[in-house]
């Protein structure tokens, strides 16, 4: 039987891919033999950065398109598996690779939300929104949206309301996974956090600008199989070393009972104890003086200066005085300024205070209502991951790329199993990052401490994402006296498992392509939003094929400028700054989509009246609650935290959606007869 063109290109693909993951292994092998023989870690690290840029920019140069439906949604004719892996490494952002088991190691049992969150919203995917979106067969999101809910009038307020949550949902969460960018790119050639992104920003604009979704397709699919490469190596060799186990899902669990056993040492020993009395004195002695505000701060600022001019006439050395200045120069200008920093500090010390929380503990808290606090926390958290994971913009729109409604449902099961080969080893590998670290760093000497301490301590000066300072001066390293920024701990996951150099630079590709797939794939949708909905459906029509693709790769270059420049300013860390993008989604989009599929009654006046009540809602809640905002977290409803917001914000979007709804006309023969079309086998 003659193979149809759908399987000759399925058969070309495999192939192709088959050739460029052993083509990428023999890379791997050439450059631990260049480590063998000497050559310096830098350049190591310059080879693996060069040469997958390389590899991005030339798929991306050979994808190269001004075809309308090959730059929009790769022509519809990607195969389900191989868009089952891009959609892999377009989930699999920063958030994900980078994030994820620092979040785990940080939180312990709580940080599984994201994980139960996230893998739970693409079966909503599956069941509720990919099938549905591919048989109506459109571009974007808003184009779906403006056409379900034109009804008797012009859609283009709806398709407006779409556009602009889009852009913001994805706006928000590009820039997380350009902090991702700088973050690495800064770590292994040693350039500037700054200009590290930037670097990095030409890898994306390289994709996503040429060939758009069809460049950012193929491109994906190659940084898949570096993804999985990068995590499963540390997490086996992790495995192995502390259990004797190569498989991760199957040892962890004995090293998480030795974990607790160390938990348990270390939470009675007599050292630990004295340093956490030194960091409660400190947050006290902060407290006091936020009490005796404003007077404090002027004492404060006076006496900061007495001692540099003291200093100064004495015989004091250069070194000294230069630190006095530098503490004089950092003093708050303010009592605002006082007011919130040292809340910041006393916060900060009162945490390291505290005993190190077990990590299989559910929702721990110092009594029954604080675990409470937290246990509502965790399940509004998966809620609102959830449904945002089936409203981003980004994520559905793969939906359209492929042949047919059947390849779109068997598209999300192959995005669900390559996801999970990653994600299954995110809690083994926190696990035994916390061993490791609990067993080797904890209890060795201050003159013995591992190259990696120092390597990441010098990449921010001014925010060291780790610090070690010895409290209580005995030469001994105590859990309280590490401070390690969770962002860092995959990457510098090959150095603390004690692996050559060449697997770190292996991990930080994998996160870069992490982060530059999602960028990708974010990018691009803001640009269509703008172009292909904003320019094309609402300005100017009439605008040739060739204008609005011109249109959409300007507008993406503008858009991921302004995206590099704010993730140069570091708003927040990246899980954070994820969630808010979730909750976003979550309450601007999911219930007309969904309503909009299952719906009939629902229509343009309920759209509308949805869309901006819980859009309004969720920011309401998160300027009013988040202090980084603005906000204070006393402000909070039921103890809900701010990156979920969305708990709010979709209860209120779908009763808005279904009072208006019923309270207005509804919905036309036309539109009842394309919910059919969509619904139907």
């Known amino acids: 039987m003659r193979k149809t063109a759908s399987g000759v290109f399925f058969g070309e693909l495999k192939r192709y891919y088959l050739w460029y993951t052993g083509g990428f292994i023999l890379f791997l092998l050439a450059l631990s033999i260049l480590e063998k023989e000497g050559v310096p870690r830098i350049w190591i690290g310059y080879l693996f950065m060069f040469a997958t840029s390389v590899l991005y920019a030339s798929i991306g140069l050979l994808s190269r398109t001004s075809d309308v439906s090959e730059y929009y949604v790769a022509g519809r004719r990607v195969p389900a598996l191989f868009n089952g892996m891009a959609t892999g490494a377009d989930w699999m952002s920063a958030a994900s690779f980078i994030s994820l088991a620092g979040g785990l190691y940080v939180q312990g049992f709580d940080g599984l939300g994201y994980i139960m969150g996230w893998t739970g919203g693409f079966c909503l995917v599956a069941l509720l929104i990919a099938p549905f979106l591919r048989k109506f067969g459109q571009y974007t999101i808003p184009d779906f949206l403006a056409a379900r809910y034109s009804g008797r009038h012009n859609g283009n307020l709806v398709r407006m309301l779409a556009v602009v949550a889009t852009v913001i949902v994805s706006f928000t969460y590009v820039v997380a996974q ?154 708050p200008k303010s009592v605002a300024e006082a007011q919130r920093k040292w809340s910041d500090a006393r916060t900060s010390y009162l945490a390291r205070a505290m005993p190190p929380t077990p990590f299989a503990t559910p929702f721990p808290g110092k009594d029954a209502a604080e675990s409470d606090i937290k246990r509502n926390n965790f399940l509004a958290l998966v809620f609102c991951l959830m449904m945002g994971t089936a409203a981003l913009p980004h994520i559905l729109m793969r939906s359209y790329t492929t042949p047919g409604v059947q390849a779109a449902r068997m598209s999300v099961f192959w995005s669900l199993f390559f996801i999970l080969l990653v994600y299954l080893c995110i809690p083994a590998l926190a696990v035994l990052l916390k061993y490791d670290i609990y067993t080797v760093l904890v209890g060795s000497n201050y003159t013995q401490l591992p190259a990696w301490v120092s390597y990441w301590a010098n990449i921010d000066k001014l925010n060291p994402l780790v610090s070690i300072v010895d409290v209580n001066r005995d030469g001994i390293v105590q859990l309280a006296e590490i401070a390690i920024d969770g962002d860092i701990l995959v990457l510098a996951a090959p150095e603390i498992a004690g692996l050559p150099f060449v697997i770190s630079g292996l991990v930080a590709a994998g996160g870069l392509a992490a982060a530059l797939s999602t960028a990708d794939g974010l990018l691009l949708t803001i640009s269509n939003a703008l172009s292909h909905d904003t320019y094309f459906k609402v300005l100017d029509p009439a605008a040739s094929t060739q204008k609005r693709v011109t249109i959409s790769k300007l507008l993406l270059l503008v858009v991921a400028l302004i995206a590099a420049y704010t993730a140069s300013l570091k708003p927040g860390d990246i899980l954070s700054m994820v969630g808010a993008a979730f909750s976003l989604a979550a309450s601007a989009l999911f219930p007309v989509l969904v309503l909009g599929v299952f719906w009939k009654r629902a229509n343009q006046q309920g759209a509308i009246a949805g869309m901006l009540t819980g859009f309004v809602t969720c920011v309401y809640y998160m300027l009013h609650t988040h202090p980084t905002l603005g906000g204070s977290g006393a402000a909070q409803w039921f103890h809900i935290a701010p990156i979920s917001a969305g708990v709010f914000g979709v209860p209120a979007g779908l009763f808005a959606v279904g009072v208006v709804s019923l309270l207005t006309p509804a919905p036309d023969q036309r539109t009842a007869a394309l919910i059919d079309h969509i619904r139907s086998p």
């Open 178 to 331: 350009i902090y991702g960018v700088g973050l690495i790119a800064s770590r292994f050639t040693g350039v500037d956090f700054s200009v590290g992104i930037f670097l990095g920003l030409a890898s994306i604009l390289v994709c996503s600008f040429l060939g758009g979704m069809r460049a950012i397709t193929w491109t994906q699919v190659a940084q898949y199989i570096i993804i999985l490469i990068a995590y499963l190596i540390p997490v086996l060799w992790l495995s192995a070393k502390h259990s004797e186990n190569p498989i991760p899902q199957v040892a962890y669990g004995t090293v998480l009972s030795k974990l607790s056993a160390r938990e348990l040492a270390l939470e009675r020993d007599p050292k630990e104890q004295q340093v956490r009395a030194v960091y409660r004195k400190l947050a006290n002695d902060y407290d006091a003086r936020l009490k005796a505000l404003p007077q404090s701060w002027e004492d404060g600022r006076l006496d900061a200066q007495r001692h540099v001019s003291d200093l100064k006439m004495g015989s004091a050395s250069l070194v000294e005085i230069k630190s006095a200045t530098r503490a004089l120069a950092a003093y």
